[in-house]
């Protein structure tokens, strides 16, 4: 921990840990947002790998689901979609019982597993699956990534100029928010000036009522409704135009999406917006938070600015954006001695397996120089394989190629605020305090 950055999560993780062991084995459940929250979910993880690596949990507030928690065996279910399958949605949805009833009025909360026939293409097998992804996939490939890359650093450069110097700010909010936006606003060829919608609407989307930028279930109804009318306008703009190298444009032209229904579409923007959003703004957040706790690694990456990618690996690989993804098998399924249903949802922990040490030398250090720093499961596996993952890597790239350009540090004050989800792993606030420019 970085000087004056009191551990306030001491006692909150030692109660996690003490949960995690005293409970019952069978009885062991590791999805407590609180216990993401709090920083202290590592332990229920350590016990599960140890004593019940292929674990079923019969009842929780997202109902009963198995724990996948090694790195093996979640590639190994990660890469047999014909078992298990993504169409019955890859989250753990909550239990109506611990919803309000006008929760589910929103048919984006999946009570019952149902397919609708509004699934964006990650909530898809093949084909389907494939084809819509092969429709997007050319907006993220090497090709327009060199394109976009001077923009990129352009406004990183831009960002990190504005900043207080001496004075303590909110990162998450004027750095990591920004910059993905930014990337994100360029990706959809947004209006530029309007691009903090992207930011609330991809908050309305992943956070729970009072967290986020909403407090009703119909508050929350009405930022998605204005939402789906802007993105219908951008669609109906750009099929109307010819070409271009937008994902919205492709997805209006593609000979596979053109003719979709405005629910399929607005489904992959959803997919999108959260897909680009979320994961690379809590990553940027990870590597403040992670070289602050290990200043040692900072010391040695502002010695050697080459280590810059493999840091951003290793970050990706420490913060784990996306604590999991979720399957439903297709099949009764005997795995590792245990005996999975048709129907049973299957919990891919890839925060667990990031920490497997029969994988992963000394899974818990941040190192940045590690040798294969790819060598992770934050990006999934299989034909879900994240889309996005070298468009990622390029915005934390060039972020701290500028950021050592311009400042000797950038120092953690206190402990961040981190977010209320057993989903996304992130930050909503990480203040900070940059002391002087270079
Ligand atoms: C550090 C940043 C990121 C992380 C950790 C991450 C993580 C993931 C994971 C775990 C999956 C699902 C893999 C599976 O089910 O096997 C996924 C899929 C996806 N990601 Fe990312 N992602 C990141 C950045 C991005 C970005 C910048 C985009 C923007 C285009 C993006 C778009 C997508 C899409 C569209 C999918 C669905 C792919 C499919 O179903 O075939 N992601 N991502």
Redesign the pocket.
């Known amino acids: 921990m970085a000087d004056g950055v009191v551990d306030v999560l001491g006692e909150k993780r030692a109660l996690h840990r003490r949960r995690a062991y005293e409970a019952p084995l069978q009885a062991l459940n590791p999805a407590w947002a609180s216990a993401f929250r709090d920083d202290g979910h590592w332990a229920y993880f350590e016990r599960l790998r140890a004593e019940d690596p292929v674990h079923w949990t019969p009842d929780s507030n997202y109902g009963a689901f198995w724990s996948i928690t090694k790195y093996a065996d979640i590639m190994a279910v990660?890469t047999n979609h014909q078992v298990f399958s993504?169409a019955k949605g890859?989250g753990l949805p909550p239990k109506p019982s611990v919803l309000p009833a006008d929760a589910f009025i929103d048919r984006k909360v999946r009570q019952d597993g149902s397919e609708d026939d509004d699934n964006?293409?990650?909530n898809?097998d093949p084909p389907g699956?494939d084809i819509q992804?092969k429709t997007?996939s050319p907006?993220?490939a090497p090709a327009r990534l060199a394109e976009m890359a001077p923009q990129i650093r352009e406004r990183a450069g831009a960002i990190l100029d504005s900043l207080p110097i001496g004075e303590p700010f909110d990162w998450v909010d004027l750095v990591s928010k920004e910059l993905?936006t930014m990337?994100?606003a360029t990706?959809f060829d947004f209006p530029f000036e309007e691009r903090r919608k992207l930011t609330i609407w991809s908050d309305t989307m992943t956070t729970g009522p009072g967290i986020g930028p909403w407090n009703t279930y119909a508050e929350r109804r009405q930022l998605m409704a204005d939402c789906r009318n802007y993105f219908v306008e951008l669609w109906n703009q750009r099929v109307n135009a010819p070409p271009g190298g937008d994902?919205i444009s492709m997805l209006a032209h593609g000979p596979d999406t053109r003719n979709c229904t405005m629910d399929q579409y607005f489904s992959n923007v959803t997919?999108?917006i959260i897909?680009?959003?979320d994961?690379?703004r809590?990553?940027i957040s990870g590597s403040i938070f992670a070289l602050n706790r290990n200043p040692d690694q900072y010391d040695k990456l502002r010695a050697n600015p080459e280590l810059i990618p493999s840091m951003v690996s290793e970050t990706?690989r420490w913060?784990?954006?996306?604590a999991h993804?979720a399957r439903v098998a297709t099949q009764d399924f005997e795995f590792r001695g245990k005996q999975i249903k048709a129907g049973d949802r299957v919990v891919?922990w890839?925060v667990s397996g990031n920490r497997d040490e029969e994988a992963i030398e000394n899974p818990y250090a941040y190192i940045i120089d590690r040798p294969h720093p790819r060598q992770h499961?934050?990006?999934?596996?299989?034909?879900?394989?994240?889309?996005?993952?070298r468009?990622?890597?390029l915005?934390?790239t060039i972020i701290w190629e500028e950021i050592l350009k311009r400042f000797p540090v950038i120092k953690l004050l206190e402990e961040p605020q981190r977010s209320y989800s057993i989903f996304i792993k992130g930050y909503e606030t990480m203040k900070v305090v940059i002391p002087e420019r270079i």
């Open positions: 990660d993504s890859i964006s293409f990650i898809m699956h992804r997007v907006g993220v993905t990337t994100l990706l994902l997919l999108l897909g680009g959003n994961t690379t809590n990553t990706i913060q784990t954006p996306l993804m891919m890839y499961l934050s990006f999934g596996f299989g034909i879900h394989r994240c889309v996005g993952n468009l990622a890597e915005q934390l």
